[in-house]
Every structure is written in C-alpha cells, then in structure tokens.
T-cell receptor, first 112, second 113 residues
Framework: TQLLEQSPQFLSIQEGENLTVYCNSS?????LQWYRQEPGEGPVLLVT?????EVKKLKRLTFQFGDARKDSSLHITAAQPGDTGLYLC????????????FGRGTSLIVHP | EAGVVQSPRYKIIEKKQPVAFWCNPI?????LYWYRQNLGQGPELLIR????????DSQLPKDRFSAERLKGVDSTLKIQPAELGDSAVYLC???????????FGPGTRLLVL
C-alpha cells in the first residue's frame, strides 16, 4: 500500500488545456514536496508546502496543501508541451524521523 | 555550481555479476540519499547518510547491497550479486542538512540480464 496515492496515473492532453493532479494520504505530513522528472533525469523540486491550507503559485502552476495536511493538488493552467513529464509528490510523516516517501507519480503528456 | 554527479549513467550486466554506482554530492551538502526507482514508480529510499554515518537504511537489502560514504563526501552503492529484479534507476540526492531541499542527480540506469 502506497503511503501517498497520486491520481491520475497518466494524463494526455492538448496544449492550452487545464489539468489537476492529486496527491492523497491517510497520514499527516509535516511538509509535502512536488517534483517534476523528465526522461533520463532525476526529479527536480518545484515547491514545498508546509502549512495546512497553503496555496503557492509558480507561473502557471498552482499548488495547494490540504487543511489537514493529508493531501495536496497541483493545477496547471494552459498546459504547454514543456510541461510534459512525471509529476511526483513526496513528504515525510509528521512526528517521524523524516524518511521521505514518494508517490508513484502522474505521467503528463501535453501535445502541441 | 555543479549539481549532483553520478556515474555511470548506464550499466548493463548479467545476473550474479557485481556492480557499483558512484555519487558525488553538491559541495558542502552533509546529507546524501540513495534511492531506487522502478519503472512506473516513484523513488524509494534505500539509505541516507548524515556526513559519513549511515542512517535510515531499513529499506536497503543488506544481503546483497552495501553502501559507503568515506570521509563524508562521495558515496558508492554496490550490489553483489545482482539479480534480475535489481533492474531500475538508482538515484543519488543530497541536501545541505536533513529536512532541507534535496537535489537529485541524473541517476544510473541498471539493466540486469
């Protein structure tokens, strides 16, 4: 059983469309990170959310941390082909020894 | 500033052979992580180092996997003997301190035949 469940697993959309990716858990996290991983490369950190209810924006990407710090979402507005990649959420359980756990990721393809 | 360096980038070996991966973290980063990423999965932590001390190694299959970080700088992960199921991408990451942002290397893609 995955500690962090990501959905959808795959997403194939046209350029200009909007999309939302979800990261859910039954555990409470002290912080949660979103990464993007391109083929042949390691994950690159996009954002870290710490406070319940927190919303962070990074250009066309909007990240939200759930009020209870158990879930998060990533919304992309007007997707572009350059957004193509594997989006991973990762976090460490609150009160734990900070062993980072990753979800399985959402594989996004944006067609021109 | 150079990022996390890993070598080799690709490795193909036959089962039962040994293999080693090398990682040089970002200069000054005390914490080093080794992850394994299977196809279609997120990275799974194998071991974390705080300087030269290995911590959080509960997911490391110790019967065949070993790791070292001599002098608290670069690190080596070894598999001996390799099995078919070890085929994966092995990622190294480093951070200034525990709980700080992790920076990942490009990974070593291992194929065991």
């Amino acid at each position: 059983t995955q500690l962090l469940e990501q959905s959808p697993q795959f997403l194939s959309i046209q350029e200009g469309e909007n999309l939302t990716v979800y990261c859910n858990s039954s555990s409470v996290f002290s912080s949660l990170q979103w990464y993007r991983q391109e083929p042949g490369e390691g994950p690159v950190l996009l954002v870290t959310v710490v406070t319940g209810g927190e919303v962070k924006k990074l250009k066309r990407l909007t990240f939200q941390f759930g009020d209870a710090r158990k879930d998060s979402s990533l919304h992309i507005t007007a997707a572009q082909p350059g957004d193509t990649g594997l989006y991973l959420c990762a976090g460490a359980e609150s009160g734990g020894s900070y062993i980072p756990t990753f979800g399985r990721g959402t594989s996004l393809i944006v067609h021109p | 500033e150079a990022g996390v360096v890993q070598s080799p980038r690709y490795k193909i070996i036959e089962k039962k052979q040994p293999v080693a991966f090398w990682c040089n973290p970002i200069s000054g980063h005390n914490t080093l992580y080794w992850y394994r990423q299977n196809l279609g999965q997120g990275p799974e932590l194998l071991i974390r180092y705080e300087n030269e001390e290995a911590v959080d190694d509960s997911q490391l299959p110790k019967d065949r996997f070993s790791a070292e970080r001599l002098k608290g700088v670069d690190s080596t992960l070894k598999i001996q003997p390799a099995e078919l199921g070890d085929s994966a991408v092995y990622l190294c990451a480093s951070s200034l301190l525990r709980r700080e942002t992790q920076y990942f290397g490009p990974g070593t893609r291992l194929l065991v035949l």
